[in-house]
């Protein structure tokens, strides 16, 4: 009940942060940084999760680009998974279609921008990676951001029960 609390906690701070809206930025100043979300849920994954999937798997993301710098920060909540994940990612691909990874948020393959997964069922992760560093071999960064921009990237994370993923969501921007 209280990892439900926390995932409840992180969705309320980040639609406190849509509420707010971007940043002004003046004349001569780096470029506002853009926030996404994503909704992570079992019934989003391509293909379809195993029956004994906890219907309580989910999880919620708020994803910071700062465009003067390159930086995404990604900052995930997560409960109610079958084990701990092993693998997240974001990945190139439409809502209800697999595609490749990107770039990794914990686990393989390397780089792996917040290292090892948690070693929870329900937790967090906080994550910063800086473009083209962060990102998998033939990406480019021009390629993420835009991906990032048209919705075309989701975020996943796999468990044992779940190779192929467990929770997923579509990055859409606010």
Do not use: K
């Not at 595609?99 to 929870?120: E, F, H, R």
């Not at 994550?127 to 962060?134: D, M, V």
């Amino acid at each position: 009940m209280r990892s439900v609390a926390r995932v409840l906690a992180l969705s309320l701070a980040v639609a406190a942060l849509l509420a707010w809206g971007p940043l002004e930025r003046g004349a001569g100043q780096a470029p506002a940084p853009m926030v996404f979300v994503a909704t992570l849920a079992t019934y989003e994954e391509a293909p379809a999760v195993q029956a004994a999937t906890p219907a309580t798997a989910a999880g919620s993301a708020a994803i910071l680009f700062d465009p003067g710098t390159n930086r995404v920060t990604v900052s995930v909540a997560f409960t109610g998974l079958s084990a701990r994940p092993n693998i997240g990612h974001f990945h190139r691909g439409a809502a209800g279609a697999p595609g490749p990874v990107w770039l990794t948020i914990c686990g393989a393959p390397a780089p792996a921008a917040a290292g090892a997964c948690p070693n929870a069922t329900s937790g967090f992760i906080t994550a910063t990676a800086t473009l083209p560093a962060a990102l998998q071999r033939g990406v480019t960064p021009q390629a993420f951001i835009s991906a990032l921009m048209d919705g075309g990237l989701y975020l996943n994370f796999h468990t044992q029960l779940n190779p192929a993923g467990e929770i997923r969501g579509q990055v859409l921007g606010r």
